[in-house]
């Protein structure tokens, strides 16, 4: 039982590139996150899926998409990468789906460390 | 909307000594609260969580909070700290009733533990 996991585990992209990063969770979870951390600022939401299908724009969803793939994966992309996206991207996942999300517990991946030159 | 003061960016602490770590929320309604923590190089785990209930919480680890709503507080305690405690902690919040599926986190505050 692997949990959430993240690929890559870092990443170093020219401006202007693009990506996309991997999640994936092997709990059954209905809800899926994606996250950026960056020092000082905690961490800030990206975008949510609440069920398989649905997507929603979280905190700071600008130079980003997602696709849920289907149940277990959530992938992030960026298509056109800038030095600002430079941070740590965490995905997360709980068992909740929509009305139940507010006291669930996340189980976050170990996170994928990007650079934008 | 929420959000949530973790007032000190960074506490060293003698291996032995007791901790406690601050967090304040602005919130109206009652909020649901977390603590969560950072081993280096690692994701998040979360260390407990409040929403009704019993004010005291206790967590993994050997952690506490306490929620004070008069004092908008959600304060995490240890009475003793261990070497392998030095991580970061992060206080977080969600919305109570109003269909929000955002966990606002604090800044988080960064411990040292000194032998």
């Known amino acids: 039982n692997a949990g959430v996991t993240q690929t890559p585990k870092f990443q170093v992209l020219k401006t202007g590139q693009s990506m996309t990063l991997q999640c994936a969770q092997d709990m059954n979870h209905n809800s899926m996150y994606w996250y950026r951390q960056d020092p000082g600022m905690g961490l800030r939401l990206i975008y949510y899926s609440a069920s398989e299908g649905t997507t929603d724009k979280g905190e700071v969803p600008n130079g980003y998409n997602v696709s849920r793939l289907n149940k277990r994966e959530f992938s992030l992309r960026l298509e056109s990468a800038a030095p600002s996206q430079t941070s740590v991207y965490f995905c997360?996942?709980?068992?909740?789906?929509?009305?139940?999300?507010?006291?669930?517990?996340?189980?976050f991946g170990p996170g994928t460390r990007l650079t934008v030159l | 909307a929420q959000s949530v003061t973790q007032p000190d960016i960074h506490i060293t602490v003698s291996e032995g000594a007791s901790l406690e770590l601050r967090c304040n929320y602005s919130?109206?309604?009652?909020?649901?609260l977390f603590w969560y923590v950072q081993s280096p190089g690692q994701g998040l785990q979360l260390l407990l969580k409040?929403?009704?209930?019993?004010?005291l919480v206790q967590g993994i680890k050997g952690f506490e909070a306490e929620f004070k709503r008069s004092q908008s507080s959600f304060n995490l305690r240890k009475p003793s700290v261990h070497w392998s405690d030095a991580a970061e902690y992060f206080c977080?919040?969600?919305?109570?009733?109003?269909?929000?599926?955002?966990?606002?986190f604090g800044k988080g505050t960064k411990l040292s533990v000194i032998p």
């Open positions: 409040y929403f009704s209930g019993d004010t």
């Open positions: 919130y109206g309604a009652t909020p649901y």
């Open positions: 997360a996942s709980s068992a909740g789906t929509s009305g139940a999300l507010s006291t669930d517990t996340q189980y």
């Open positions: 977080a919040v969600v919305e109570s009733g109003a269909g929000s599926y955002q966990l606002t």
